[in-house]
């Protein structure tokens, strides 16, 4: 019961923002209409359990008249009841789209807004398949709200409505054991309500595990895809180390958790199912059962007796209602879990960045990038820089070096404000445009044009394109600027790398961070590369980190990476090439 509870109370937070939201008022107004609908459908049950008193009474009676009387009342209550489930159905699904469409856009803003994506990373499994979140969990959380809630609540008014009605017909039908009546008020209802409690806790006894085996299904069925697709991107890759079979073993072990946990699955369905299906066959025919030494003892008619097992499964199948959707139930809660943990995760990545010790600030006095006491620590807390204070100033060329791993790449991304472990303030001039290039810079799927033009979309035109494509050595590319494809996996890592220096010069940022940006290329081409930047982005400052000594030449100053006891490493100024000479 706690677990139900913790569901509904975190499908109510969850779902509450979007009833508030700019489009509340078109929610509220189907929502209500589902629910109109839904109580008309039970308010043409009960006409529907009336009517079956009188059908069969006439059939009984074998009254002609009568009887094609209540075939024509049928008809008209049969055609409002198809047009309002067809109705119930429309609106439901209008609904989910709306829904979809609104909680869609709010957690793709919350993800890509300020770099939460990226912090959610550092948190592993508790932000898992992100993808799977916003495109399934959100679908089927929305879908699995509105049929169960709506459902329930049906069931409540159902139970109401035909509570009078079953209690009513206990008189009318009596108890009758060995041909004397016994008289107990309204027992129709209790025996419904008895055999309802034993199913439900039966069904919850064999069924409570569903819900986390159905969480773990759904993870493990992302990490397969997410796995398969790992594949796919990094196939030239494999091919080159005939890494075939590790992959297959990799993805046969994914793989195989998808089939065991199925397989627990299954057998726990199976078992409720059992439950769910035994329970429903016998009360199909219980009712009929309890109440029918009352008729053939002559104190009942056929209509009564029809109309009383009609009233008894009603009144029973509301009281059922957790036996008969506790699979749907258990999905639900999963589904639950893993949007609300994702909706945690994007917390506390936000909170991160709004309280990360590393400060990054802009400063319309400030004329360069300056790192104030600035240390850096990995997750764990262990520190990679320690407190130092550089500046990097306008127009100037700085080379950054030491061993891998020492956290040169960290730095970069603290002076982006990506990350929050350490200490310490970035300054940056105000207006001051920055811009990193990586190692593997990134293309949407997309024409070319759109990929160069990246994060920007149709800003530069043709001219401008081929014209920087054939300055960083790539003409035949020109031709092909308005063609859609994969450029990570079509290109080589060096034409990928000569793209993110033509993005660099299309874009002309204030401060360029080149991260190992042209370590694919010969040193002759990184050097025309080098000899290109710094021709055509003369007000730039260029800040590279790089491990071959012919870049030492191409920058006016040499900061690099020393060892600093067991405190991580400290930057340290190198003289300059020339003086070094």
């Not at 398949?129 to 329930?152: G, H, M, W, Y």
């Not at 450029?487 to 000569?498: D, I, K, P």
């Not at 694919?520 to 990184?526: F, G, Q, T």
């Amino acid at each position: 019961m706690k677990d139900l509870v913790r569901v509904f109370r975190e499908v109510f937070r969850l779902s509450l923002p979007y009833f508030r939201s700019e489009d509340r008022r078109a929610g509220l107004i189907l929502l209500g209409a589902v629910i109109g609908i839904e109580l008309s459908i039970v308010a043409v049950n009960v006409l529907i359990n009336q009517w079956n008193a009188r059908f069969f009474n006439a059939l009984q009676e074998r009254n002609w008249d009568q009887f094609v009387r209540e075939l024509s009342i049928f008809c008209v209550l049969a055609g409002i009841f198809i047009v309002l489930a067809v109705y119930q159905l429309y609106l439901n699904q209008w609904l989910q789209i709306r829904w979809r469409t609104w909680m869609t856009r709010v957690y793709l803003d919350r993800w890509l807004n300020s770099s939460t994506h990226y912090r959610m990373q550092l948190f592993g499994d508790a932000a898992d398949n992100p993808d799977q979140r916003i495109a399934d969990d959100i679908n089927q959380f929305i879908e699995k709200s509105l049929t169960i809630v709506v459902r329930l609540l049906g069931a409540i008014v159902t139970l109401l409505s035909f509570f009078a009605i079953l209690w009513g017909l206990s008189e009318s039908a009596p108890l009758t054991l060995f041909g004397s009546p016994i008289a107990i008020p309204g027992y129709l209802v209790w025996i419904a309500l008895v055999y309802s409690v034993i199913g439900t806790l039966l069904a919850h006894w064999i069924g409570w595990p569903l819900a986390a085996i159905n969480f773990r299904q759904q993870r493990f069925e992302a990490d397969f895809r997410f796995n398969l697709i790992r594949v796919r991107e990094n196939a030239e890759q494999i091919a080159l180390m005939r890494g075939e079979e590790a992959e297959k073993s990799r993805l046969g072990d994914r793989f195989s958790k998808v089939i065991r946990n199925f397989m627990d699955l299954m057998s726990r369905q199976k078992k409720v199912i059992f439950v769910q299906q035994g329970h429903a066959q016998v009360a199909i025919i219980l009712p009929y059962v309890v109440v029918s030494p009352a008729y053939f003892s002559g104190a009942v008619p056929l209509g009564t007796l029809t109309q009383t097992a009609s009233a008894f499964n009603s009144v029973q199948e509301s009281l059922s209602f957790f036996v008969t959707f506790y699979r749907s139930i258990a999905e639900w809660a999963a589904v639950v879990d893993r949007l609300s943990g994702f909706n945690r995760s994007l917390d506390q990545a936000e909170a991160m960045a709004a309280t990360s010790s590393i400060a990054v600030s802009s400063d319309p006095g400030a004329r360069s990038v300056r790192i104030e006491n600035l240390s850096v620590h990995r997750p764990d807390n262990k520190p990679l820089l320690t407190p130092t204070a550089r500046e990097f100033h306008p127009r100037e060329h700085v080379l950054v070096s030491g061993p891998s791993g020492a956290g040169k790449s960290t730095l970069f991304r603290a002076i982006a404000g990506l990350w929050p472990f350490g200490s310490g303030r970035v300054v940056i001039p105000d207006g001051a445009r920055i811009m990193v290039l990586p190692q593997r810079p990134y293309f949407p799927e997309t024409t070319l044009a759109n990929a160069l033009s990246y994060p920007a979309s149709d800003a530069f035109d043709d001219a401008a394109l081929t014209e920087v494509l054939r300055a960083v050595g790539l003409p035949a590319l020109s031709m092909r600027l308005h063609e859609e494809a994969h450029w990570n996996r079509t290109l080589s890592l060096g034409e990928q790398q000569r793209l993110g220096v033509a993005r660099a010069l299309l874009q002309a940022p204030d401060y360029l961070f080149l991260d190992e940006a042209t370590a694919s290329l010969d040193e002759p081409s990184e050097a025309k590369l080098y000899g290109l930047l710094q021709e055509r982005l003369k007000g730039t400052t260029i800040v590279s980190i790089g491990h071959r000594s012919t870049l030492t030449g191409l920058h006016d100053r040499h900061v690099a990476f020393e060892p600093d006891g067991d405190s991580g490493h400290k930057l340290a100024e190198k003289k300059p090439a020339a003086a070094a000479e």
